[in-house]
């Protein structure tokens, strides 16, 4: 007795992240198959805990595609009236989650038939970089490395010489899993441009580095050259220090002398201050006297005004005699007479 079957027969599929893929899943119906025709795609977790999520049904001739948020705009049925026999699955703009295990189902009784396929989505490699690690020097070792920031594995590395002889030299090393190329005993022969070629089941990238092995340095001249800058560098240094110590000594050397100072001390009065005073309070007083009074009057000599910093030792009487001054009329002056007395040469006030 005939019965429902799916035709289809491939089961595993690998692409790459962007991609379209075609889930095929055709059947062929029998003439016992009277009930109503039932399509149905639904996802299997990997893990066996969890329970099968529907993506996308055909029942009743109506198509139902909101089950599967996360395919919801990328998923549509290939053939749009899956009752003529395809209900294969079309998956647009693929991503790495969308791998999984998918499974058709064909109902329409009494006949019942299912069919599973694998699918992988697989990442190209991407943003390849090349660089170079040792000392590009005449008879050292050099590695060329290659690595991929993105793709899926098995990612795979081979190197190439695109300048000069376009051949690897004869002492270099690969290894396509690392993408690491050794190059043993470096000469200017092995320089040049060198490129690398990432790939997997589904893409390549590339990128290149060059290499440019030159005689060594005179290490000597180098080594003197640091000393001489060492040294250089010290002595600056050392001027910078002394500089800014001098600098603090002499700061501190003003503070110390400018605390020292007195405010408080008022300043010394002159000598010829001192001296009006005394001989201006004197004539004051003889202001005062009559002259009758005047011959008790006893003349003090100018050399005791008394000064400011020590008093004077007496001076000795001159053996001359002073010029007689005359009088002014102190009556047209309107003050009062002042008799001053005068001294002879023998000594005696007259």
């Given at each position: 007795?005939?019965?429902?079957?799916i035709?289809?027969?491939?089961?595993?599929?690998?692409?790459?992240?962007?991609?379209?893929?075609?889930?095929?899943?055709?059947?062929?119906?029998?003439g016992?198959?009277?009930?109503?025709?039932?399509?149905?795609?639904?996802?299997?977790?990997?893990?066996?805990?969890?329970?099968?999520?529907?993506?996308?049904?055909?029942?009743?001739d109506?198509?139902?595609?909101?089950?599967?948020?996360?395919?919801?705009?990328?998923?549509?049925?290939?053939?749009?009236?899956?009752?003529?026999?395809?209900?294969?699955?079309?998956?647009?703009?693929?991503?790495?989650?969308?791998?999984?295990?998918?499974?058709?189902?064909?109902?329409?009784?009494?006949?019942?038939?299912?069919?599973?396929?694998?699918?992988?989505?697989?990442?190209?490699?991407?943003?390849?970089k090349?660089?170079?690690?040792?000392?590009?020097?005449?008879?050292?070792?050099?590695?060329?490395?290659?690595?991929?920031?993105?793709?899926?594995?098995?990612?795979?590395?081979?190197?190439?010489?695109?300048?000069?002889?376009?051949?690897l030299?004869?002492?270099?090393?690969?290894?396509?899993?690392?993408g690491?190329?050794?190059?043993?005993?470096?000469?200017?022969?092995?320089?040049?441009?060198?490129?690398?070629v990432a790939?997997?089941?589904?893409?390549?990238?590339?990128?290149?580095?060059?290499?440019n092995?030159?005689?060594?340095?005179?290490?000597?001249?180098?080594?003197?050259?640091?000393?001489?800058?060492?040294?250089l560098g010290?002595?600056?240094?050392?001027?910078?220090?002394f500089?800014?110590?001098?600098?603090?000594?002499?700061?501190?050397?003003?503070k110390?002398?400018?605390?020292?100072?007195?405010?408080?001390?008022?300043?010394?009065?002159?000598?010829?201050?001192?001296?009006?005073?005394?001989?201006?309070?004197?004539?004051?007083?003889?202001?005062?006297?009559?002259?009758?009074?005047?011959?008790?009057?006893?003349?003090?000599?100018?050399?005791?005004?008394?000064?400011?910093?020590?008093?004077?030792?007496?001076?000795?009487?001159?053996?001359?005699?002073?010029?007689?001054?005359?009088?002014?009329?102190?009556?047209?002056?309107?003050?009062?007479?002042?008799m001053?007395?005068?001294?002879?040469?023998?000594?005696?006030?007259?």
């Amino acid at each position: 007795t005939r019965s429902l079957t799916i035709t289809s027969n491939q089961s595993m599929f690998e692409k790459a992240q962007g991609e379209k893929v075609t889930l095929p899943c055709t059947f062929v119906l029998s003439g016992e198959d009277e009930g109503p025709l039932d399509i149905e795609w639904v996802l299997i977790p990997a893990d066996n805990q969890k329970k099968e999520e529907i993506i996308i049904m055909y029942a009743v001739d109506r198509i139902y595609n909101h089950y599967y948020a996360a395919m919801t705009e990328r998923m549509q049925f290939t053939n749009p009236d899956p009752k003529s026999g395809d209900g294969s699955l079309d998956i647009l703009n693929l991503k790495s989650s969308d791998t999984g295990t998918y499974q058709c189902k064909v109902k329409k009784a009494p006949g019942v038939q299912s069919k599973k396929i694998h699918l992988t989505v697989l990442v190209k490699p991407a943003r390849t970089k090349c660089s170079i690690e040792g000392p590009q020097v005449i008879g050292r070792d050099v590695v060329l490395k290659c690595a991929s920031q993105e793709g899926s594995p098995l990612l795979s590395y081979d190197w190439r010489r695109v300048s000069g002889t376009r051949e690897l030299p004869a002492t270099s090393m690969l290894n396509k899993n690392t993408g690491e190329l050794l190059l043993k005993n470096a000469s200017q022969d092995h320089s040049g441009t060198y490129s690398c070629v990432a790939s997997n089941r589904v893409g390549t990238d590339e990128c290149s580095v060059e290499l440019n092995v030159t005689p060594p340095m005179n290490t000597a001249g180098i080594i003197a050259g640091a000393i001489t800058g060492t040294l250089l560098g010290l002595f600056v240094l050392a001027f910078l220090v002394f500089h800014c110590c001098k600098k603090h000594r002499e700061k501190k050397y003003e503070k110390e002398v400018h605390h020292e100072i007195r405010e408080d001390v008022p300043p010394p009065k002159s000598r010829s201050s001192t001296a009006r005073s005394y001989i201006g309070s004197n004539r004051s007083s003889l202001g005062s006297m009559s002259p009758s009074n005047m011959e008790g009057y006893t003349k003090t000599p100018y050399s005791q005004v008394p000064s400011e910093d020590f008093e004077r030792t007496p001076a000795q009487n001159p053996t001359f005699a002073p010029p007689k001054v005359a009088a002014p009329n102190l009556s047209r002056m309107g003050a009062v007479p002042v008799m001053i007395p005068a001294q002879s040469k023998d000594g005696s006030i007259v």
